[in-house]
């Protein structure tokens, strides 16, 4: 392929209609259409009426195959030491650090239970305990993520987590044997090698042979994305996760040719990624544009970065830190790299971003495989309200209340009264039943 001009948004902080111009660019419908949500919902029904027949029968129509039993449809323990062992030598030397990098780092999110004696003796407190049940999904086939498997799997081991099932589809019978020894490393003794809606149909609701969990986590196509919206309430979702996206913010001293493979590294997900540069100084964003130009051809999923590029990339020019900041905070981006000098100065004035790259060696990409927080993060300015995934994900916090006699009889009359002024009689008599007469 020969170089050619990638045409990328060029926008300018300063200038009139900047934030309409950025609203546009930044939008991105990722509600389903009728005909998904209307296939999801059949998916979904037969799975729950049917069970596995039903996941049979959907597994041999999307993902081409030819089974009659789940059995064909489920790897165990034995076969999953066995890819582990079979790997090549630097595979299974980088799957072990990265594992060992990421228990490490999830295991300093525990959160303990506690709690504390008021002194008339009443207790109060917080019980922390694990989920009982978690499903894992992870794609498959060619766009096979073990990384995914250990960013899932690992936060749910160290939460204490006593089951975890795993799901991942085959098509044409294609096993990606990495993500198998991935699974086996993270401690999944049975993978079930189903994918899209009716995987998740059956982890919500279970069926003879797929055990139902009680919460779903993992990355999936608009189908997944749609079902696990759907079995919300049944159980628990980490997440409908948006296109990949990563923003730069880049005071002019870095490499260009870095910052443009950066770039390329979002883009390269899929068309809809998003990747931004934010810098201070024009012609540093000349030179990025023209290091794309230059190293495009070199990459082998060029046409999907071109597209990602010229459809939703951006080149934005800030007049200094303060306004580089209120636009990363105002684009609350999955992944924020500062590529500046004194870059922990900077990250304190962060408020909204999935995960904060500081400095000119960090690159995302070893975020998402080996640098220990997890890759599994919110996109699409969701990060305003939400967090990567965490061992706290799989955790859930009951209160503990104990009252003492003189405790009970003196919050009893607090209680009395307030309940009284919402027209709850039974309420207040229930407290007023433990308050003590007077001596």
């Not at 071109?306 to 306004?323: A, C, D, Y």
């Not at 999955?334 to 590529?339: A, D, F, G, P, V």
Request: a negative charge; glycine letters at 8%.
């Amino acid at each position: 392929m020969s170089s050619q001009a990638v045409k990328i948004t060029r926008l300018d902080a300063s200038a009139e209609g900047f934030q309409e111009q950025l609203d546009r660019m930044l939008s991105w419908d990722g509600v389903s259409d009728a005909s998904v949500v209307h296939t999801v919902t059949e998916v979904i029904e037969n799975i729950r009426a049917r069970g596995d027949d039903a996941l049979i029968e959907y597994s041999n129509c999307f993902d081409r195959l030819s089974v009659d039993s789940m059995d064909q449809l489920t790897i165990g323990a034995e076969r999953l030491q066995q890819a582990l062992d079979s790997l090549p030598e630097d595979q299974r030397a980088a799957l072990d650090i990265a594992a060992q990098r990421i228990r490490d780092y999830h295991q300093r999110q525990v959160q303990e239970s506690w709690q504390y004696r008021e002194a008339d003796g009443t207790l109060l407190g917080q019980q922390v305990t694990p989920l009982d049940r978690v499903g894992v999904y992870v794609p498959g086939g060619k766009a096979a993520y073990p990384s995914s498997v250990l960013m899932n799997v690992i936060p749910a081991k160290v939460a204490g987590v006593a089951k975890i099932i795993m799901v991942v589809p085959t098509p044409d019978g294609e096993v990606n044997e990495l993500v198998l020894a991935a699974a086996c490393l993270a401690g999944i003794d049975t993978v079930f090698t189903v994918g899209g809606a009716q995987a998740i149909a059956a982890l919500a609701y279970g069926t003879q042979t797929v055990p139902g969990v009680d919460k779903i986590v993992g990355p999936g196509n608009i189908y997944v994305a749609t079902a696990k919206r759907m079995v919300f309430g049944q159980v628990g979702i980490d997440m409908i996760a948006g296109p990949s996206e990563i923003l730069v913010v880049c005071d002019g001293q870095s490499n260009p040719d870095w910052i443009a493979m950066d770039l390329f590294s979002q883009a390269e997900h899929d068309e809809d990624a998003q990747s931004i540069l934010v810098s201070t100084d024009e012609l540093f964003l000349q030179r990025v544009q023209h290091s794309i130009e230059k190293l495009l051809p070199t990459m082998e999923r060029a046409d999907i970065i071109r597209t990602s590029l010229e459809s939703r990339g951006i080149l934005i020019k800030v007049t200094g830190r303060e306004q580089a900041l209120e636009v990363a905070n105002r684009i609350a981006p999955e992944h924020l790299e500062l590529s500046v000098e004194d870059p922990e100065s900077w990250a304190k004035d962060v408020r909204h971003a999935g995960a904060i790259f500081m400095g000119r060696y960090t690159a995302e990409a070893l975020g998402d495989y080996c640098a220990g927080p997890n890759h599994v993060l919110p996109t699409s300015s969701t990060a305003r309200f939400s967090s990567p995934l965490g061992v706290y994900d799989f955790q859930k916090r009951s209160s503990l209340i104990m009252f003492s006699a003189d405790g009970a009889s003196e919050m009893g009359k607090v209680a009395s009264v307030l309940a009284r002024g919402e027209g709850l009689t039974a309420h207040a008599r229930s407290a007023e039943y433990r308050i003590l007469s007077d001596k």
